[in-house]
């Protein structure tokens, strides 16, 4: 390996670690998230330019952000010229001292605030913003990932991204998003915007919606990372240990999700031996932390206690579904959706027989929310299968798999509807 290739690559480590917080006080200083990381990108190409020369300096973090503040000095130094310049004609200029923007610069990236990062989070993650893009956004700024990888991990040309990001930057600057922390009920509102951006990223990785993996582990490490820090952030917000424990226990199971082909193995069929238990003990202490704040469990955390109880089993008999389907009545009257009714039916099958499940199933099938869904007609094929209806599990399974528009699923429903005879 060329020392050049090995110093681009101790580039993109330092930058996948400080970039988010580089943005962050650059956006506290010039109030454009947008020109905050067009610093930062500069300041990484100085660096992917002049480190293969000079070598990785003894603080790389250190060096970054000096660069961006020499090209932030720049930028506030030619907007002055240029306010300077469209001075109305044949007036005279005032002599006044130019100001000192690299002192002035200096001093406020100097200073310590730690709330940028946070800021930064909440800003990538507003509401004003749509869905998709604050997804690409949070994994920009905050996540450090370019507009190839997000692409890659989504399954979507890379000019989509790009065009997302940079709408999604035109859109915080009209708005005039200001680089606050929000208070009170707006706290509360942007931080389950945040939650929800953390767990779409999250949820992507571990179930795929397309393309020919069932699994993009890559994209469940990026959340957990987003969710850590956010947990580090704000220590006080038991729905943030609630999705930390969510995400730390779902992430433990996805050596064996996928068999030697790749394939998809059911949760019942999993190997538990090939689990992280290293995982699993850390989303158990984040479960914990969640438990222990005094505002019970929100709807992360009590999707948590239910992976809870399967990282609990030591197999798949002895799993508590009679707890798991009591919790999943407690998240629907916290949560009401057809899809936690559908997790629900599935639970109650698995405690009180498949056809007490089959019927609970079977309310929702009008559902306008489940339309096209298709993990609805794969629960009830598995319900139908096991009361030994297999011709109308054949079907379900069939509707299934034209359904879902993952390579890996499509495949196993087509297995499943070719066993039911």
Not at 16 to 28: C, D, G, P
Not at 168 to 196: H, I, Q
Not at 212 to 226: D, F, G, I, K, Y
Not at 365 to 389: N, V
Request: aromatic share 4%; charged share 25%.
């Amino acid at each position: 390996m060329s020392g050049g290739t090995t110093t681009s690559r101790v580039v993109e480590a330092v930058w996948r670690i400080e970039s988010a917080k580089l943005v962050a006080a650059l956006t506290r200083v010039t109030g454009d998230v947008g020109l905050a990381e067009e610093l930062a990108q500069d300041a990484l190409v100085a660096a992917l330019e002049r480190w293969p020369r000079t070598g990785v300096p003894d603080k790389p973090a250190a060096w970054l952000m000096a660069t961006a503040k020499h090209r932030a000095v720049d930028v506030f130094r030619r907007a002055q010229r240029l306010e300077r310049k469209t001075v109305e004609l044949g007036r005279e200029l005032t002599e006044t001292e130019e100001p000192d923007w690299a002192s002035a610069i200096d001093r406020a990236l100097d200073e310590v605030v730690e709330d940028d990062l946070l800021r930064l989070v909440f800003i990538a993650c507003h509401p004003v913003l749509s869905r998709e893009a604050r997804v690409a956004l949070t994994l920009r700024l905050v996540g450090g990932l370019g507009t190839d990888e997000i692409a890659r991990a989504f399954l979507v040309p890379g000019s989509t991204v790009a065009q997302r990001v940079v709408r999604a930057k035109r859109t915080l600057a009209a708005a005039r998003v200001p680089f606050e922390m929000p208070t009170g009920n707006d706290f509360a509102a942007r931080l389950t915007s945040v939650l929800e951006v953390v767990y779409l990223v999250f949820n992507e990785g571990y179930a795929a919606t397309a393309g020919e993996s069932w699994t993009r582990p890559e994209l469940c490490q990026e959340a957990l990372r987003l969710g850590r820090i956010l947990a580090a952030l704000t220590p006080g917000e038991s729905e943030v240990h609630g999705l930390v424990a969510l995400m730390e226990l779902q992430a433990s199971r996805i050596r064996a999700r996928t068999g030697p082909g790749g394939e998809p193995v059911l949760l019942l069929d999993q190997d538990r031996g090939r689990w992280d238990h290293v995982l699993i003990g850390r989303g158990l202490a984040a479960l914990r932390r969640a438990e222990g704040s005094g505002t019970g469990l929100g709807p992360y955390g009590l999707q948590a206690a239910i992976a809870a109880c399967h990282a609990r089993a030591r197999t798949a008999e002895e799993t508590d579904w009679v707890r798991i389907a009591a919790l999943y009545d407690a998240l629907a009257e916290l949560q009401p959706s057809p899809v936690v009714e559908l997790n629900r039916a599935v639970a109650v099958s698995r405690a009180y027989g498949p056809a007490a499940g089959l019927e609970l199933v079977d309310e929702l099938t009008g559902a306008p929310a489940l339309r096209g869904y298709h993990l609805l007609p794969a629960a009830r094929g598995d319900l139908l299968l096991q009361l030994g209806r297999g011709a109308e599990a054949r079907r379900e399974f069939e509707r299934a798999a034209s359904l879902t528009r993952n390579e890996r699923e499509r495949a196993l429903l087509l297995d499943r509807a070719a066993g039911c005879g």
